[in-house]
């Protein structure tokens, strides 16, 4: 970059950036959009919902849902209650399902509040969720990786209700260069 | 009281006010994504009309500017537009960069404003030929102005990553910049 900024004078580098903003800013979007969206909003105004109440703010959203320091940590001890106190050895087979691929997952995080403080797990269930899915939620999720699935273990209730999620990395195919 | 109040208790002025003070940056940074322009414009109705009827109640100031937080949630859209147009590959002639329109002739008439213009455009043309990630840093930052946590909490990375994205772009873009004008024809001009 030295080499080549004394072979460019700052002043040029400076006027090609601050030209290059004012074409960038010229642009806008279409005039008729303005009044499109203000037809969109009267329609949904008009809605019997909307129109009876005002809108309620979501409670619950992923964030709130996954990310609470006090929710997370109820994750990690349930997981681990459940794993010392069951002993159905589920959480072994499932880190490593077979001897040769590891996995990595992510501690389980709580979808729903325990009852005293255990949860009554009856069933462990692998999903593959598509990444274009997760954007309905808000959750960023980079252009390249928008087609790959998103693996993840949902623990499930005597009733069939999520307990509990955790994500599940994909298989580390490589070998272990120490081998003892 | 707030145009996000108003907009939460259905004033479609406030909501109007709102889209013409943000609908440009949500527009532009639409159409680094976009297919093609019309995608760029359904996304960006998308965005205006969810932060109507839902959006105003998830906003927190707390986390950043309203505008920023707009581009993260257009960029959603468009990426799940993307996803739903029969996963079309990014069309680098569909996601060109902006083009003056009308006034590009008045700018032509004195000779100073062309080549600052043309060294302008040439930056442009050359950071369309850049990766979408590094594309959007260098408009995030250098041309809508945003901060880089800003820029972050919209692309959902580290700042770091953003810092060294916009490292790359830069330096890509002034080697261009360096091959388009060399230094026998900037010295001629």
């Known amino acids: 970059m030295n080499n080549a900024d004394s072979r460019f004078p700052a002043a040029d580098v400076h006027d090609a950036w601050a030209n290059a903003r004012i074409a960038w800013r010229r642009t806008g979007p279409p005039d008729a959009l303005e009044g499109s969206l203000l037809k969109q909003f009267a329609v949904a105004r008009t809605d019997a919902t909307s129109a009876a109440h005002p809108l309620r703010p979501r409670v619950g959203g992923w964030r709130t849902r996954?990310?609470?320091?006090?929710?997370?940590?109820?994750?990690?001890?349930?997981?681990?209650?459940?794993?010392?106190?069951?002993?159905?050895?589920?959480?072994?087979?499932?880190?490593?399902?077979?001897?040769?691929?590891a996995e990595v997952t992510t501690p389980f995080m709580l979808v729903a509040e325990p009852i005293g403080n255990t949860l009554d797990v009856s069933q462990l269930l692998r999903v593959s969720v598509s990444r274009e899915a997760m954007l309905d939620f808000g959750i960023p999720v980079p252009p390249q990786k928008l087609h790959e699935p998103v693996r993840a273990e949902l623990l499930l209730g005597a009733r069939g209700e999520p307990l509990a999620v955790r994500f599940v990395d994909r298989p580390v195919t490589h070998q272990r260069a120490i081998f003892y | 009281m707030t145009l996000l109040t108003r907009v939460r208790q259905g004033d479609a002025a406030a909501l109007s006010t709102l889209y013409r003070r943000h609908s440009g940056v949500v527009f532009r940074h639409a159409r680094i994504h976009a297919p093609h322009c019309d995608a760029a414009a359904d996304a960006t109705q998308e965005t205006f009309l969810w932060l109507a009827t839902q959006g105003a109640f998830s906003y927190d100031r707390a986390q950043g500017s309203l505008a920023a937080f707009l581009c993260g949630v257009v960029r959603n859209q468009v990426l799940r537009i993307r996803a739903q147009d029969a996963r079309q590959p990014l069309s680098l002639e569909d996601v060109e960069a902006p083009s003056p329109d009308g006034d590009e002739d008045a700018i032509q008439d004195a000779l100073a404003p062309l080549l600052a213009q043309e060294r302008g455009q040439a930056l442009l043309d050359a950071l369309r030929e850049l990766p979408p990630e590094h594309r959007e840093v260098v408009a995030l930052i250098e041309f809508e102005e945003f901060s880089y946590a800003e820029t972050a909490a919209i692309l959902g990375c580290a700042i770091g990553t953003?810092?060294?994205?916009?490292?790359?772009?830069?330096?890509?873009?002034?080697?261009?910049?360096?091959?388009?004008?060399?230094?026998?024809?900037?010295?001629?001009?």
């Open chain 1, 66 to 101: 996954w990310l609470f320091p006090q929710r997370l940590a109820f994750a990690v001890a349930g997981s681990m209650l459940l794993a010392a106190g069951t002993g159905i050895g589920w959480l072994a087979t499932s880190t490593g399902r077979s001897a040769d691929v």
């Open chain 2, 162 to 189: 953003v810092r060294s994205r916009l490292h790359r772009a830069k330096a890509a873009l002034h080697q261009r910049l360096m091959e388009l004008f060399p230094p026998e024809r900037r010295n001629a001009a």
